[in-house]
């Protein structure tokens, strides 16, 4: 099983070359073939654009034509806005990703900056991928493109969380130290002359005490609380 292939056919800069790289190395993916490229792959500007990439370029196959570059490989798919009135299986990014027979040679074959895939190229492809974007302006950069696609096939070869807790490494406070903590403060706010109705303050308690209960505060934060604590009480 491997990951998929990308295929740029005659890109016009260096440069986009070398971004559509580091977007490759983003989601994954590690061969990147060239169809006449119209720039040197691995000159300075592409290197340098690629930030951190360069095995992707360095190990990039260059290739005369869109047939040799894709002759090895079981499925195709075209990334391309413009079907051009050819009857092929239109996908979504996320469709096609999620289709994928990894245990096939499959490629991503994108086209040119400024024309984008041609005729000739989106018939050799088993189907098309299509981005769904805003209709009055639904065109991407090379490097754009090769990274919305990747990330859609990247996202179906990890397993992350849709939703996380960050603490930067902190432990959440136990909820023995967070009723010790919300004692002393409620403890604090009772002594306030200005608290004399007993129902109000009552009500006043519950909704701070609930303030804390469901923030997950971690032990830090609880130090800070004490401490902002002691200092109003000097005040």
């Known amino acids: 099983m491997s990951a998929p292939v990308v295929i740029l056919v005659k890109p016009q800069l260096a440069e986009n070359v070398g971004m559509a790289a580091r977007a490759m190395k983003n989601c994954g993916l590690k061969e990147l073939r060239l169809v006449a490229p119209e720039q040197d792959p691995r000159s300075e500007i592409a290197l340098r654009a690629s930030s951190n990439s360069e095995e992707v370029l360095l190990n990039a196959k260059i290739y005369s034509s869109t047939k040799e570059a894709l002759a090895d490989l079981e499925e195709v798919y075209a990334a391309t806005a413009r079907p051009r009135h050819q009857i092929k299986t239109v996908l979504t990014a996320e469709a096609a990703a999620k289709g994928l027979e990894l245990e096939h040679r499959i490629g991503f074959m994108f086209g040119c900056e400024r024309t984008g895939l041609e005729n000739e190229d989106i018939m050799l492809a088993d189907k098309i991928i299509e981005v ?3 209709p009055e302006h639904c065109s991407l950069n090379l490097a754009q493109a090769v990274l ?22 902190a432990p959440i406070a136990s909820k023995e130290k967070l009723f010790t903590f919300l004692d002393k403060l409620n403890d604090k706010i009772k002594q306030s002359p200005r608290l004399k109705d007993e129902a109000h303050t009552k009500t006043l308690l519950i909704n701070i005490n609930n303030i804390f209960t469901r923030a997950a505060l971690t032990e830090q934060e609880l130090n800070s609380l004490y401490g902002i604590i002691n200092i109003l009480s000097q005040s």
């Not at 397993?159 to 996380?164: C, D, W």
Request: no cysteine; hydrophobic share 30%.
């Open 132 to 134: 769904p974007l805003n």
């Open 148 to 169: 919305v696609i990747g990330y859609e096939y990247y996202k179906t070869t990890i397993e992350v969380a849709p939703e996380r807790f960050m603490t930067n490494g």
